[in-house]
């Protein structure tokens, strides 16, 4: 079975459907979205009292439900765009982006070389503890991941 994502989802010409979590990280929250015919999922850090460590465990629910997930940030900092990133988000929603630097700041955070600047965190949560060529890893978390910036002001 293939591993679902937010771009092959989007290749397809069909309705997707997708919530935004922002109260509830139970374990069985994946399945039990998946079962209400969700496709995705919107983890919302900015406007809920989410930590890293609740991201964490929530996308591992995600996962085992085959929902690929988007992490919307609770700011623009490096540490939350790339510890995101290397928890095994497919993507970020970015709050409060008001310049196109600060959107090349945040893609430059989350890719790898040659995209961007991101610090190299290989078999862990974002590739899925598997093992392979460093080359081969940044060239598919970069094409993996998306990111949609939020203009708000």
């Known amino acids: ?83 995101a990133m290397d928890m095994g988000a497919e993507g970020l929603i970015a709050p409060m982006v008001s310049s196109v630097e600060q959107a090349r700041h945040i893609i430059k955070s989350m890719k790898y070389h040659p995209a961007g600047a991101r610090g190299v965190a290989l078999q862990i949560a974002h590739d899925r503890y598997r093992p392979g060529s460093v080359a081969n890893k940044f060239e598919a978390a970069n094409k993996r991941s998306t990111f949609i910036c939020l203009i708000e002001t």
């Open 1 to 83: 079975m293939s591993e679902p994502s937010l771009k092959a989802l989007a290749s397809h010409r069909r309705v997707k459907l997708g919530t935004l979590v922002a109260e509830f990280a139970t374990p069985g929250i994946g399945h039990i979205l998946k079962s209400a015919g969700c496709d995705f999922v919107f983890f919302d850090m900015e406007h809920s009292g989410f930590s890293l460590e609740t991201l964490k465990s929530a996308i591992r629910y995600f996962e085992a439900a085959d929902l690929p997930v988007m992490v919307r940030v609770p700011s623009q900092d490096y540490h939350f765009l790339a510890r």
